[in-house]
């Protein structure tokens, strides 16, 4: 584990921090972009309603739940539809930055979980229809491009976005660990999104 990352119980013995669970959902896919830039994957991020970019899940209360029936009930809220998430399913866990003024520590624990893709098509659907914090708490579910163009666009361009928390070293970790991207094209879009915010 990186460091200042805690396994989860380790995490949840810091009883005087508030807690958040976020999860990163994907699944293979065979589409192709204009029919022939292969998908890869589907890979779900949210745009919040602070507009920035982040994951499904929020603040879960360990004395009155576990911490992914938490997660459980957040993503029931945000995306309309129950999908449990697991203790298997959990990755790392760390201290949110401490913001200046703020007494109470956040411990964030992310997880990821793979899916079919109907199942990932299913959260789309009902995180436009079902979902209470539709419109709300969250603009709208985004997919994350893994591929990049002749011209830089795709992952290059969506990893320069701002995102909340370190939700976006969460995306890139996940992204190498499960080959989701090739190493190198992962450094090639790390370096070409710092050249790209205007
Ligand atoms: P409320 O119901 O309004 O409380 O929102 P919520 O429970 O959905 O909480 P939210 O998802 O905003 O998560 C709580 C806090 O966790 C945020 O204020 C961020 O500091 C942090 N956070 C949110 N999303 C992510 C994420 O994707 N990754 C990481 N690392 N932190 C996040
Ligand atoms: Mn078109
Ligand atoms: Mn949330
Ligand atoms: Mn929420
Ligand atoms: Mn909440
Ligand atoms: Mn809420």
Do not use: W
């Not at 401490?98 to 997880?111: A, E, I, V």
């Not at 070293?169 to 710092?194: F, G, I, K």
Request: with cysteine.
């Amino acid at each position: 584990m990186a460091s200042g990352q805690l396994s989860r119980d380790e995490a949840l013995e810091c009883s005087h921090s508030r807690h958040a669970c976020h999860v990163m959902l994907y699944s293979d896919t065979a589409s192709q972009l204009f029919g022939r830039i292969p998908i890869r994957h589907v890979v779900l991020m949210q745009m919040r309603f602070d507009g920035l970019l982040g994951f499904p899940g929020g603040l879960v209360e360990p004395s009155e739940e576990t911490l992914e029936e938490g997660l459980t009930r957040e993503l029931l809220e945000e995306l309309g539809v129950a999908v449990p998430v697991s203790i298997e399913d959990h990755v790392a866990s760390s201290f949110a930055p401490s913001r200046p003024g703020s007494s109470s520590r956040l411990m964030l624990h992310f997880y990821v979980k793979k899916m079919e893709e109907e199942g990932i098509l299913e959260v789309e659907k009902a995180a436009v229809s079902t979902a209470v914090d539709h419109g709300l708490e969250v603009m709208g579910m985004v997919r994350v491009p893994l591929y990049t163009t002749k011209s830089d666009g795709g992952l290059p361009f969506f990893l320069s976005h701002s995102f909340i928390g370190n939700a976006r070293s969460q995306l890139v970790d996940s992204l190498l660990r499960l080959h989701l991207v090739s190493p190198q094209e992962l450094r090639h879009a790390l370096r070409s999104s710092q050249r790209k915010h205007s």
